[in-house]
T-cell receptor, first 111, second 115 residues
Framework: GDSVTQMEGPVTLSEEAFLTINCTYT??????LFWYVQYPGEGLQLLLK?????DKGSNKGFEATYRKETTSFHLEKGSVQVSDSAVYFC??????????FGKGNQVVVIP | ETGVTQSPTHLIKTRGQQVTLRCSSQ?????VSWYQQALGQGPQFIFQ???????GRGNFPPRFSGLQFPNYSSELNVNALELDDSALYLC??????????????FGQGTRLTVV
């Protein structure tokens, strides 16, 4: 079935550092890909999405490019802030709004 | 403000009991999906309702059941609660028109603890 794999472990970095969170997927067909963010005590918020190969999703300084050849959708931000501390989930959907999520990565940004 | 509200926000139940969680969809949305998020894990799809009918189910036993009402609000019912049912339960609403779907908006979740 469809699945998403995120890199293991939390990510701790200093303010203004470069952030990368790896995400790879397995799916039949051509899924849409998403990054969601979850702040402490809150539900999920859509951060960005891409619906076809080579699309780049972007929002709030975050970017991710849909790479069909490597089945990847890595999240990047050039200069993180303390307010970016949260849990980030990569997800895919086959078009029916049923989302398959990765395990998530805790990001901690230190001032 | 996503417009998706869930109740209650927290509750504690005893093993073997039954629980009902509620979700009010965003205005204009006709599809509701429920997810279970265990501690430290990503959300897992439980099932989806579209126009009051179940429209897909994940790998969850029949003691997980649901309803969608004419106003598109929804309930998740879990019977014979087990300790492993302790999790954050998330509701997501969206608008489905044929093969087109809008973005799914999530509520803040209900934290269920089974003791």
């Amino acid at each position: 079935g469809d699945s998403v794999t995120q890199m293991e472990g939390p990510v701790t970095l200093s303010e203004e550092a470069f952030l990368t969170i790896n995400c790879t997927y397995t799916a039949t067909g051509y899924p849409s890909l998403f990054w969601y963010v979850q702040y402490p005590g809150e539900g999920l918020q859509l951060l960005l999405k891409a619906t076809k190969a080579d699309d780049k999703g972007s929002n709030k300084g975050f970017e991710a490019t849909y790479r069909k050849e490597t089945t990847s959708f890595h999240l990047e931000k050039g200069s993180v802030q303390v307010s970016d501390s949260a849990v980030y989930f990569c997800a895919l959907s086959a078009g029916n709004n049923r989302l398959a999520f990765g395990k998530g990565n805790q990001v901690v940004v230190i001032p | 403000e996503t417009g998706v509200t869930q109740s209650p926000t927290h509750l504690i139940k005893t093993r073997g009991q039954q629980v009902t969680l509620r979700c009010s969809s965003q205005s204009g949305h006709n599809t509701v999906s429920w997810y279970q998020q265990a501690l430290g894990q990503g959300p897992q799809f439980i099932f989806q309702y579209y126009r009051e009918e179940e429209n897909g189910r994940g790998n969850f036993p029949p003691r997980f059941s649901g309803l969608q009402f004419p106003n598109y609000s929804s309930e998740l019912n879990v019977n014979a609660l087990e300790l492993d049912d302790s999790a954050l339960y998330l509701c997501a609403s969206s608008l489905s028109r044929g093969l087109k779907n809008t973005e799914a908006f999530f509520g803040q979740g209900t934290r269920l603890t089974v003791v």
